[in-house]
């Protein structure tokens, strides 16, 4: 397309290692789309070990009219870099409190995890943001998640303490996003209001084989648990990736195993119909 300096092959490269150019044809395009309603919600499921759904994440996805369907990684980091990961954001928010608000009125919870960019958790009005799509669509604060990575910590730490308290106050639950991929993971856990950590894919992954990554499974499994966080694996792509964290019922498992990610209003009208309690 035109507007994307005609290089059809744009998007399929990742967004890091994007050129300048392309970086910008990816702005000028994302800034039509959210006009023009292109994003799309998708849902994966978080289950326990016998499959069973207990949460999911949402995921955004760009249906581009002649590229099709664009991943985040292809899109998200380029909106972090210019003020379009706060429209992106808000319109994630937005369509995840109502499919939460449906979810209520048909009698039925299922918390669901939203990604939160650090740009978008630390502009001003974000705490309002998220408590204003709440209530416009009924949902329930405790049924949403917010998925932060210990990169939202950038200088201050109790500014960010401060921030997720207005919101934990109000019902709002934060998970740790990659965890055991940052710095300095473990002294965040003490800090900071958080009710959940995932585990990363690349730990999950190896675990059943290498004694190393299972060491820190394990450690952060059992730190999780003398702290009252909740557990979320997440990369479960395998029968053998699902039993070796069956160990640990209440640990919640993510992954193409259980679930792809799939369009968020399908996907929820079918949980309603088979699995709703
Ligand atoms: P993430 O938050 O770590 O999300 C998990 C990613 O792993 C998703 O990729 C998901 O589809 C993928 N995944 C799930 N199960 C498996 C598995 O078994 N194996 C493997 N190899 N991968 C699995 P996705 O949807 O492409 O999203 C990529 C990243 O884009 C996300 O990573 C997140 O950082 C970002 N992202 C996605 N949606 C949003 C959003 O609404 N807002 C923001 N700020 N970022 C988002
Ligand atoms: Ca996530
Ligand atoms: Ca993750
Ligand atoms: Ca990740």
């Given at each position: ?34 006009g ?45 870099d ?55 669509h ?51 856990l ?31 499994i ?12 997440e990369?479960v ?41």
């Open positions: 397309a035109k507007e994307m300096g005609g290089r059809q092959s744009v998007f399929f490269d990742e967004a890091m290692g994007a050129t300048v150019a392309q970086r910008f044809a990816i702005e000028q395009a994302l800034r039509r789309a959210l023009a309603q292109e994003l799309r919600l998708y849902l994966q499921p978080q289950t326990d070990a016998t499959g069973r759904w207990r949460a999911a994440e949402a995921l955004v996805r760009w249906q581009h009219p002649t590229q099709g369907l664009v991943p985040p990684a292809a899109f998200v980091p380029v909106a972090e210019c003020d379009l990961i706060a429209p992106l954001g808000a319109w994630v928010l937005e369509a995840t409190c109502a499919e939460l608000g449906r979810l209520a009125r048909a009698g039925c919870r299922l918390p669901i995890a939203v990604n939160v960019s650090p740009r978008q958790f630390h502009r001003p009005h974000f705490v309002d943001e998220v408590l204003t799509a709440l209530r416009r009924g949902a329930e604060p405790a049924d949403l998640v917010l998925e932060v990575t210990e990169g939202v910590v950038v200088d201050d730490v109790d500014a960010v303490v401060e921030r997720m308290r207005a919101l934990t106050s109000e019902g709002v639950r934060f998970s740790i996003d990659d965890f055991g991929t940052g710095y300095s993971s473990l002294s965040y003490r800090r900071l209001p958080i009710h959940e950590i995932k585990i990363d894919r690349s730990f999950v992954q190896d675990a059943p084989r290498d004694a190393g990554s299972a060491a820190l499974v394990e450690a952060i059992a730190v999780a648990e003398r702290l009252r966080l909740r557990v979320v694996a990369g792509e395998t029968p053998e990736h699902a039993a070796y964290f069956a160990r640990w019922p209440h640990v919640l498992q993510q992954g193409y195993l259980h679930g792809l990610p799939e369009p968020a209003a399908a996907v929820l009208a079918r949980w309603l119909a088979d699995e709703c309690p």
